[in-house]
């Protein structure tokens, strides 16, 4: 009797961890489930936020420029053996109105929801848009050398290529870069504010001028 009665109590603490053991296991299983999906949601729920406000900084950067030069044109059309020349000449004043434009929205970037980072992969180039008013005077020529289409096609390109480089010698490109890199940092601001970690090509962006020496670079 004190045989089974000792048998009965050790199959009872056996059934007791059994089921003591099973409890335990459903906790930590269960624990670890519903953890992780907490984790997951979290993440996907930065992730969305991050995009969000990178979507919102998005926008089309503009500086904008007034450009002014007096142009003299002349052409000569020999005859001859150049004995007989015919003259044609103009005074052009011109005025051209330039945009320097970074589009934000154009920026590529990778984000590692893993790590908290968002790597800008690629930078939009600048846009340049030059629009000329040109005004003719003291225009002169004769039958043997008119002014045609050809011409004022020609007058036009030499007048932009010289506005070119009057916005090469200008702040205004500087000026526009300048502009375009205090919004890119913005990107900067939101990412720190959250806990994540902006790069470009792999490189940390800690500050502003960070930005400002690697797209200048």
């Known amino acids: 009797m004190p045989a089974e009665k000792n048998k009965l109590s050790f199959f009872t603490e056996v059934r007791k961890w059994t089921v003591?053991?099973?409890?335990?296991?459903?906790?930590f299983f269960g624990y670890q489930y519903f953890t992780k999906k907490d984790d997951t949601s979290t993440v996907e729920y930065d992730t969305a936020l991050i995009q969000q406000q990178i979507k919102?900084?998005?926008?089309?950067?503009v500086t904008e420029g007034h450009f002014?030069?007096?142009l003299t044109y002349k052409d000569n059309k020999k005859y001859?053996?150049?004995?007989?020349?015919?003259?044609?000449?103009?005074?052009?004043?011109v005025n051209a109105d330039v945009t320097v434009a970074f589009d934000l929205?154009?920026?590529?970037y990778d984000i590692d929801s893993i790590n908290k980072i968002v790597n800008i992969v690629s930078i939009p180039k600048e846009e340049i848009?030059?629009?000329?008013?040109?005004?003719?005077?003291?225009?002169?020529?004769s039958r043997f050398n008119e002014f045609s289409g050809d011409d004022y096609n020609k007058i036009a390109k030499i007048a932009k290529a010289n506005i070119?480089?009057?916005?090469?010698?200008?702040?205004?490109?500087?000026?526009?870069?300048?502009?375009?890199v205090s919004e890119l940092s913005k990107l900067l601001i939101v990412t720190q504010t959250m806990g994540w970690k902006l790069q470009y090509?792999?490189?940390?962006?800690?500050?502003?001028?960070?930005?400002?020496q690697k797209i200048k670079g």
């Open 129 to 141: 848009k030059i629009s000329i008013d040109m005004k003719y005077y003291d225009t002169e020529s």
């Open 201 to 212: 090509n792999g490189d940390p962006m800690e500050q502003e001028s960070d930005l400002n």
């Open 68 to 70: 002014a030069e007096v």
């Open 164 to 180: 070119a480089k009057k916005i090469e010698k200008s702040p205004l490109k500087k000026n526009a870069n300048n502009r375009f």
């Open 20 to 27: 003591m053991l099973l409890v335990a296991l459903v906790l």
């Open 80 to 93: 001859l053996g150049n004995l007989i020349a015919f003259e044609k000449k103009a005074l052009v004043i």
């Open 105 to 108: 929205s154009l920026v590529k």
């Open 56 to 61: 919102n900084v998005g926008k089309l950067v």
